[in-house]
């Protein structure tokens, strides 16, 4: 047997580690083709009209778009616009509360010594296990309970609490916010709330951030949630509302379109938070960053 050798390129490196690097790289470009590949059929599928869309290639371009937006438009007086609103309402609302109450939970279990603070911790780590569509039916319950099914009320009021949210915040508080400058902000004669408004949610910005970003993304692609809770349609977030378009397509096919061209204007709201927050997320971690 020969042993093997190892030939070196022009830089010095093995031949061989020089090839490896490769692996990876293709590894990370099929999986960027498998998350790629069906935005872009809808974005293709999304301009082709009702001939088009089952009689020619799939990623051939069709000059039906503008149609399509007209009919989606003129669909039961604009309901589809009723359904964007409605879940730009619940998911900007319930993000917006959710890292609220996750700021001040995850500032308090971070922050504080009290006795309890690691069970508490610990059920709140046990509630980041459980999967909501194990809660969706008891908070049906309750809320039909109290009156507030079928109302915005039963889509707000299961988004506030995020455990996930609180443990992020709870790492976070623990490591940006220096137990220091929280003793000399009380010797300065600052309350605890004036402490935690102003010197420690913006350390935590980036943090809070996060759990927006997270929150709004599973708020706005829920759809267990919606289904269980709303009867009214004028109430559907856009999840439930494209379910209904899809399950009326199976005896109308005119409305595949609709549901395409829904499914891609369902996109450019996502797209467009990711790109305003990634701005802020760089500011936060440059402005909140300290030196203790």
Known sequence: ???????????????????TAWVPTLVLLLGTLYCLIPIAWVVIAATKDRSELFSTFSFAPGTGFLDNLGD??????????????????????GALLSAAVSAAGGYALGRYAFR??????????????????????????????????????????????????????RIYAAASVPAELME????????????????????MMPGLITVFLFQFVAIWNNFLLPYVMLADDTKFPITLGLYTLLAQGA?????????????????????????????FWSLDLLSGSIKS
Request: hydrophobic share 55%; aromatic share 12%.
């Open 1 to 19: 047997m020969t042993p093997l050798t190892l030939t070196a390129d022009a830089t010095g490196r093995p031949a061989r580690a020089r090839r």
């Open 72 to 93: 989606l438009t003129d669909y039961r007086d604009g309901i589809y616009w009723q359904w964007m609103a409605n879940s730009v309402f619940y998911a900007g609302v």
């Open 116 to 169: 309890g603070r690691e069970f508490i911790f610990k059920v709140i780590l046990a509630g980041v296990l459980v999967p909501s569509i194990v809660l969706a039916v008891p908070q049906y319950l309750l809320l039909s309970k109290t009156g507030m099914a079928d109302s915005y009320w039963s889509m707000l009021l299961p988004s506030i609490l995020s455990p996930y949210g609180v443990y992020l915040v």
């Open 184 to 203: 000399a902000a009380r010797m300065d004669g600052a309350s605890e709330w004036r402490i935690f408004a102003r010197i420690a949610v913006p350390m």
């Open 251 to 279: 005896s109308q096919p005119a409305l595949y379109t609709l549901v395409i061209t829904g499914c891609l204007l369902a996109i450019v709201p996502l797209i467009a938070l990711f790109l305003v927050i990634q701005r």
